[in-house]
Structures are given as structure tokens and as C-alpha cells.
């Protein structure tokens, strides 16, 4: 990306978000990314029927994604190293999982196993660790390894967490032991109490359906025998500390706790229903808040805004607002009272917009009432007449909004055309509506229309556009975190399909939710995420003999693995639920902080903001969201309240402010956002808000633009200076300067005559000194010492927009820097202190301020020497 030599900022460019996206990884990188998105699509057509052993287009796909990997994993060895360099590729642990992915697939593709046995080893065991390969992404792009990295740093927080909660759960799950235990099985056969008496076999009703339906001839239903069976209930028991454990911890989740009390009330005894109405409220309500609470700690103290301090937050929320806003690209109000600004006053009037978001909300209410198709019945014309009647009000609204900010105007706003958008489809449904005889397909037009009429609710209130915007951030900024937690779905439902991709169905295993083929399987993860049943089919997936046949090959066989099932599913949903959705709901939290943060804290306030919005929509004509830098002078004169420059008292801050856009962007074009942050940086004091990085970096910006402008002011008051002593044409030219060199230089020795006089002569001021009868006499107006100056004693401090408190140990920092010698300091004071006086009203016209300094007094003296020259022999002829 193309930098601007200077000060090395991005130069505006047209496709900078497409350069910045491929900026993110190397070229390699990216076709490594795209290589193992390819392999993980055909790794979706897997399944136990459809095998890559057996099909030759799978086949190629791993072919291709071995070859690429091998010379990726080449290149990156020849030049980083495997081991002992500096960047080894095994020092790294992206490099460690890329070597395990290689070496796992390489030895897959070699070995293509055609009999796999039931038991995870051996082949099943390297198929399922092959399913590892879409957590390669997590290796290649660094935003995505981030998110591991923060969530890996709060590990140990999260582990106490969780080693308390199984704490919990074990004592729990021991007092449940010994008061539960034993005490809920019962006979299959309802007839049967004792366990002595349950043998045999009993003819069992079959319910084909949950609907109540009429018994048949002689009050017969479908029955068939099954043996007499003394067993506990399908899901949960309490006769050892694992099996408690289990079921307190789907309790914990809150699945299935209700079927666990009624068990407990109707087999054992209605008071011991309090043990599970207290572990849930111990272990939810409080256990698992907390879980949530560290999760949410963990990652602010990751990201490092729990270690900010008061005023960093504040600026971290302010930088957070000035992302949201946005130019309002509406045309300013036309001059006079004609038509067009009438109609501009009442297009953006208050009550305008109100009575527009009333109507929209009752064409979305014709749909509270279903439109009969096929048929004109009364509700149904009633209905379309009214949502007619509003469709030509939003044409109305359309038509005098181009009239008040005029069609070119009118275009510029996004909003506006979707608006437009919307409106033109309402009115093609009105026409076809009234003229068209198939109701059914016109009336799902008009469904849709007003659905998209309803989301333009938004851009109609200010508070609801921000907070919109503070959504579509939320989004934004989960973004890798979302991709991140479905490349995690991928790599469980891969393993999915390999563990139970046979399993016989069950209860709730059903040809709607199992994992046959990968697709569906991504489906049921997404089903867990949500907690919808979890449980009951992590026991369905634990299915064993005699209820199952085995097999001596994995493929033939429709058993499931208790062990897998329960390590499998409770990895996931705790992974699932308790971290990575936590994690969401930090992010989503930060970000609406900024929504609902009070105003009074706020560095700038949304109607700085606001203020800012309007007088840019004055100064950008073109309602580009860009404008000239020239034209930045203009918008900083108009702003007021924070934001306001008062040029009496602030010429020099203005002047950085000027220069600051014109160096960062090369006298290019400015967007909206660039003068807002240029501003936001002005109306804070930096050595509160900013953190560390940030700090350093900014001084040494404003460091360089105070320079800059000191030498600028300076060349230009010694230009103004030099015109105006070479335009004198009086007679003592030649004393003028002979006593400009005489204070300049520090003539060493004087006439005791002439210092006699200067001291008799201290009356008239400490700038004019005279001599007596005989000698020559000198009127230096020109001359301004100011050796008292706090300026020229090393002591600057730094200007706002507003007053505010400086840090006092900031501020000591910077004026040990400032007098240590800096030429940087020197000029900038030498720049404020002539702008004081080229400034001040009382400024004689016909006097010239020189100050004493290295390079003045070197030009001056160049000057004077060639003078000199010049007009010796005329002072000699004369």
C-alpha cells in the first residue's frame, strides 16, 4: 500500500478496504486459505455410505490438498527452520498444529484404510483425527488466532471456575447418592411393585401416535409382549457418583431437571424435591453468573480495558462514537421562503417525520389480518385499499422530499434510496393489485413490500439509526469470533459423522436430527447450541447391545460408544455455550455501552456530534463524505461549543489544526472521519486519554507540526521583515541597522558616553535608548526583546478546544523534554510568541520584531555583510 512520505500515513485510494483485507496474511497464506476451504467442502460429502476410500473425486480433493501443503510446509521450513532458529516453525504453535494436520493427512492418504474396526483405534482413530483440519484457518489468520489467544490467557480464571462447580456438583452429587440411590428403579409392567415380582413377560400397549384417538372393536388397542425388566429411568440414576454427577450436570444446564423432580416425586417422596430446586438455584443462578462474569472479565482484561483508567475508557467510547457517525447528506436549507424551502422546512420538520413513522407502522399492521387469496372478499379489499392509501402517502413523501433537497440531493443518501426503492415497488404492487386477476401471487408482492417498508423504520429517528449502527458493529466486531465458533461446528461435526454417523435411531435421534452426512449433523450442533435436547441425544448415541447390533466393521455396525458420546457432547456444549457465547455477549455488551453511556461522562456528546454532523453538511457541497483540505479552515471557523476555536485566543492552535490535515493527507482530500478524529485528539488532554503507544506516537505528530509551523511563521516574518527594510528609503537606513546588529550581536564595547546616556535615558522605556549632542541617535522600534518569556524558558503547555484539567505529572514530563534543547521547542515558541505580537492591535505598523536567536542573527548578519559591500563606496563619495 502506497504511504505518503512524510508521515508515512495511508494515501486515499479507492480499493484501500481490498488492499487492507489482503494485507491481513501473505499471498501464500491466502492460497492455503482458499486450498483448505476447498478440501473442507469435499470433506462435507463423506459420509458412511459415500467414503473417500471409495470415491474418486474425494480422492483427488485430498491429493490436491497434501500436494499444496507439502509445499507450503516446504517453503516455510527452508525459510524459518524447523527448530533451532529465531523463527522456527516448531517454536510456534500454529506451526506445530500446521505439522500435525500435514503429517495426519500424509499418512491418511497413504494408508486409505478399507476396514475400520468398531473400537476407536487404529484407522478410526487417525479419521477422526483428520476431522482436525479445519482448525487450520485458526493457524493462518492472525485475527482468528487472537481470539484463541484471549481466550487461552483466561484459562486459568475459567479452570478455577469450573473446578468449583464440579466441586459443587460432587457434593451434590454425594448426598444425592445416599439419599436417591437405589430408590428409582421400578418394573417396566406399572402392575408390578416389588422387584421379586417383576419376571416374566407382559403384554405392553403401543401408542402409534400422541393424538387421543377411539379405542377399537371390544376396546382393543395394538399390544404386543415384552419380558418384565427392573431398570431405572432412560437418562438419569443416582446409584454411583458418576452417574449423579452426569445427571446434576444436564440438570445444570437446565435440560431435563423438571422430568428429574417428577421422577423423584413420584418414586421416592414429594420433600426430596427440594435437592434438585437447591442445586438450581445454587448451580445456575449463582454458579454458573459466575461463569459468565469471569468469562466476560477475562476478556476485558485480555483486550486491556479493565486496566484502563477513567479518562481511557471515556476515550476509547469516544473513538467508539465517532466510528458510528456517519455524514447526515441532506442539503442545506435553500435561502428565502419560496416553495422548495417551505417544503424543505416541512419534509424536516419533527412532527413530519413522526406522522411518517405512524404510517408506516400501520401499513405493517394490515398484515396483523390475513388477505384471502382467491377470493374478493370484504377484509380483503379494506385491506389492500388501506395499505393503497399509505403506499401513495410514501409516494407523496418521495416526491416532495426531491422537491425540497432536490433530485441530486435527494440521491446522495443511501436511506433515501432505498426509500425510493421501496416506495416504486409499492406502487407497481398498487397497479398490478387493481388490474391483475391472480390475488395469490399479487398479495405475496404486497407482503414482501411492506416487510422492506417496515425496516426503513429505522432511518426515520436518530436514536434508532444509532442504534442500528451500534448492531451492525456488534456484528462486525464478532465477526471472527462467529467464524471461529463454526470452524469449531465443522471439526465436531466431522467427528460427528465418524463416532455415530451409524448410530440406530432413538428417541430423539430421528431421520430430522443424527449424523449421517455432515450438513445434517452441522444442523443438530447448531440445535445444541440452544440447549434444544442435548442430553436426551447424547444418550441416544450411547446405545449399546442388546439393544443394537455390533459388527465386526465400523460401517455395518449401528452401535454407539457411551465414552465417546459423553466426552463428545459435554466438550461441546461447555465449549459452546459457557465460553464462546459468552464471549459474544461480552463483545455485544462493550459495544452497547456506548449506546447507553451517560452523557455527562462523555468527552464529546452526541449533540457535539451532532453540531459537527450539520456544519459538515454545510461545508460538503458534493455530499461526498470528502472535501478539500482548503476547505477545512472554513468548517473549523464554524464549529461551536466543544469543538469551537476562538481565533483571538487560539490562532496558533488553529494554525496545528490547518497544518496537521495538510500534512497527514498531502493537501488531498478529507473524509468525515478524518477531521473528527483530528478534532477528538484536540479537545483532550493526551496524557490522560491515551494509552502509552498511542501517547507516544501523537506527541511525536504534534512535536513535529509545531516545528513545522514555527519555521513556517518564522519565514515568513523575516520575509515580511526583509521587504520591508529593503523598501526604506530614508536617510538613516544605515543606523537603523548598525543598531539592530549592536542588540543582535552583543557589541562588546560601547562609548562611555553613549552607555552614560542609555542609563540617564532608562525613562522612556527599556526598547529606546538615546544619545546625546554629537553622537548618533537610535529609535529601535523594531526591536523586541522578551528574554523573560516563559515561552523562551523552556515552559510550553499544551492548547485545547476547551479548558480542561492537565496532568500534572504529564505536564512535568513535558517540560523536562521541552528544556532539554530541543529545536523543535525553541521554534514553536518563537512561533507563538510572533504570533502575539504580529496579532496584537497595538501593534505600530512601521515597527519590526527581531528575535534573538542562532539562525536570525546568522541571517542577519549575511545580510548586513552584503550591504555593507554595496553601499561602501557610496557612503564614502557622499
Not at 507450503?72 to 494436520?101: C, N, Q, R, W
Not at 440406530?504 to 452426512?517: E, V
Not at 476547505?631 to 485566543?649: M, N, Q, S, T, Y
Amino acid at each position: 500500500m502506497d504511504k505518503e512520505p512524510g508521515s508515512g500515513k495511508d494515501l486515499a485510494r479507492k480499493y484501500r478496504s481490498l488492499e487492507k483485507l489482503l494485507g491481513l496474511v501473505t499471498y501464500l497464506d491466502w492460497v492455503m486459505i482458499f486450498v483448505t476451504i476447498m478440501s473442507c467442502i469435499s470433506m462435507l460429502f463423506e459420509t458412511p455410505l459415500s467414503r473417500v476410500m471409495d470415491n474418486a473425486n474425494l480422492q483427488v480433493a485430498e491429493y490436491l490438498f497434501v500436494i499444496f501443503m507439502s509445499i507450503e510446509m516446504g517453503l516455510k521450513v527452508m525459510a524459518h527452520g524447523l527448530f533451532f532458529t529465531p523463527k522456527a516453525m516448531l517454536k510456534d504453535f500454529s506451526g506445530i498444529l500446521d505439522l500435525y494436520i500435514y503429517l495426519v493427512s500424509l499418512i491418511f492418504l497413504c494408508w486409505m484404510p478399507k476396514n475400520v474396526p468398531v473400537q476407536i483405534k487404529g484407522a478410526r482413530l487417525f479419521m477422526i483425527l483428520r476431522c482436525a483440519r479445519p482448525l487450520r484457518i485458526f493457524a493462518l489468520v492472525p485475527h482468528m488466532r487472537q481470539v484463541v489467544f484471549e481466550l487461552v490467557r483466561g484459562f486459568k480464571e475459567i479452570l478455577l471456575v469450573s473446578v468449583l462447580l464440579i466441586v459443587l456438583m460432587f457434593v451434590f452429587a454425594t448426598f444425592g447418592v445416599h439419599l436417591l440411590g437405589g430408590k428409582l428403579a421400578r418394573c417396566n409392567d406399572p402392575d408390578i411393585k416389588r422387584q421379586e415380582d417383576c419376571h416374566g413377560i407382559f403384554l405392553q400397549k403401543v401408542f402409534v401416535t400422541r393424538m387421543k384417538v377411539p379405542d377399537g372393536p371390544n376396546h382393543m388397542q395394538p399390544a404386543f409382549y415384552v419380558p418384565r425388566v427392573w431398570t431405572n429411568p432412560h437418562n438419569f440414576d443416582f446409584d454411583n457418583i458418576g452417574n449423579a454427577m452426569l445427571a446434576l450436570f444436564e440438570v445444570l444446564s437446565l435440560e431435563g431437571w423438571l422430568e428429574v423432580r417428577d421422577v423423584i416425586i413420584e418414586r421416592v417422596d414429594a420433600v426430596h424435591a427440594i435437592y434438585v430446586h437447591l442445586f438450581v438455584f445454587i448451580g445456575y443462578m449463582i454458579g454458573l453468573t459466575l461463569f459468565v462474569g469471569v468469562v466476560i472479565a477475562n476478556y476485558s482484561e485480555n483486550k486491556g480495558t479493565a486496566l484502563l483508567t477513567v479518562d481511557q475508557r471515556r476515550w476509547l467510547d469516544l473513538k467508539g462514537r465517532i466510528k458510528l457517525a456517519q455524514p447526515l447528506h441532506i442539503p442545506p436549507r435553500p435561502d428565502g421562503n419560496g416553495f422548495r424551502a417551505k417544503m424543505y422546512d416541512i419534509t424536516q420538520h419533527l412532527m413530519f417525520k413522526r406522522g411518517t413513522v405512524i404510517c408506516i407502522l400501520l401499513n405493517c399492521g394490515t398484515l396483523s389480518f390475513p388477505w384471502r387469496c382467491g377470493e374478493k372478499s370484504d377484509t380483503t379489499l379494506i385491506l389492500a385499499s388501506l395499505a393503497s392509501l399509505f403506499t401513495l402517502m410514501f409516494f407523496c413523501e418521495v416526491i416532495m422530499k426531491i422537491i425540497a433537497l432536490t433530485p441530486r440531493g435527494y440521491w446522495t443518501s443511501r436511506r433515501n434510496r432505498f426509500d425510493m426503492f421501496v416506495t416504486f415497488l409499492g406502487v407497481i404492487w398498487m397497479i398490478l393489485h387493481f388490474i391483475s386477476t391472480n390475488d395469490e401471487k399479487i398479495n405475496q408482492f404486497g407482503f414482501t413490500v411492506i416487510v422492506l417498508r417496515f425496516f426503513t423504520i429505522t432511518g426515520k429517528h436518530a436514536t434508532l439509526k444509532m442504534l442500528m449502527q451500534t448492531v451492525l458493529m456488534s456484528v462486525f466486531k464478532s465477526f471472527f469470533i462467529i467464524m471461529g465458533m463454526f470452524l469449531l461446528m465443522l471439526f465436531y461435526a466431522y467427528m460427528g459423522v465418524i463416532l455415530f454417523g451409524t448410530v440406530k435411531y432413538g428417541y430423539n435421534l430421528d431421520r430430522h436430527a443424527n449424523f449421517q452426512t455432515a450438513s445434517r449433523a452441522i444442523a443438530l450442533l447448531f440445535r445444541i447450541v440452544t440447549g434444544e435436547d442435548w442430553n436426551k441425544i447424547m444418550h441416544d448415541c450411547t446405545v449399546q447391545p442388546p439393544f443394537c447390533t455390533m459388527a465386526m466393521n465400523y460401517w455395518e455396525s449401528d452401535c454407539g460408544n457411551k465414552s465417546a458420546s459423553l466426552i463428545y457432547f459435554c466438550s461441546f456444549y461447555v465449549i459452546i455455550t459457557y465460553i464462546v457465547l459468552n464471549l459474544l455477549v461480552a463483545i455485544i455488551m462493550e459495544n452497547f455501552s456506548l449506546f447507553y453511556s451517560n452523557e455527562e461522562d462523555a468527552l464529546l456528546s452526541y449533540n457535539d456530534i451532532r453540531h459537527f454532523q450539520n456544519t459538515w453538511n454545510l461545508v460538503d457541497v458534493n455530499r461526498k463524505g470528502v472535501i478539500p483540505t482548503r476547505r477545512v479552515k472554513f468548517l473549523v471557523r464554524l464549529l461551536k461549543g466543544r469543538l469551537e476555536v476562538d481565533l483571538d485566543k487560539d490562532r496558533l492552535l488553529f494554525k496545528h489544526m490547518c497544518y496537521e490535515l495538510e500534512r497527514l493527507h498531502n493537501n488531498l482530500d478529507v473524509t468525515f472521519h478524518d477531521v473528527l478524529n483530528m478534532l477528538s485528539y484536540r479537545s483532550v488532554d493526551i496524557c490522560k486519554s491515551l494509552q502509552l503507544e498511542e501517547l507516544l506516537s501523537r506527541q511525536e505528530l504534534e512535536y513535529t507540526i509545531e516545528e513545522e509551523v514555527a519555521k513556517q511563521t518564522i519565514r515568513n516574518w523575516l520575509d515580511k521583515c526583509l521587504k520591508r527594510i529593503r523598501a526604506k528609503e530614508h536617510s538613516n537606513i544605515i543606523s537603523n541597522l548598525r543598531a539592530t546588529n549592536d542588540l543582535l550581536f552583543t557589541v562588546s564595547e560601547l562609548p562611555s558616553n553613549s552607555t552614560e546616556n542609555i542609563e540617564e535615558n532608562k525613562i522612556d522605556g527599556p526598547d529606546v535608548r538615546r544619545r546625546k549632542k554629537g553622537t548618533v541617535e537610535m529609535h529601535p522600534p523594531n526591536i523586541l526583546v522578551q528574554p523573560s518569556s516563559p515561552l523562551l524558558q523552556g515552559t510550553s503547555v499544551r492548547k485545547y478546544l476547551s479548558p480542561t484539567l492537565s496532568d500534572s505529572a504529564c505536564q512535568k514530563k513535558r517540560t523536562t523534554r521541552l528544556s532539554s534543547g530541543s529545536r523543535s521547542i525553541s521554534l514553536s515558541q518563537v512561533a507563538e510568541s510572533n504570533s502575539e505580537v504580529l496579532t496584537s492591535p497595538v501593534h505600530d505598523r512601521s515597527s519590526e520584531s527581531v528575535l534573538i536567536g542562532e539562525n536570525v542573527s546568522d541571517n542577519v548578519q549575511s545580510w548586513w555583510n552584503v550591504q555593507m559591500q554595496s553601499q561602501g563606496p557610496e557612503q564614502d563619495s557622499e
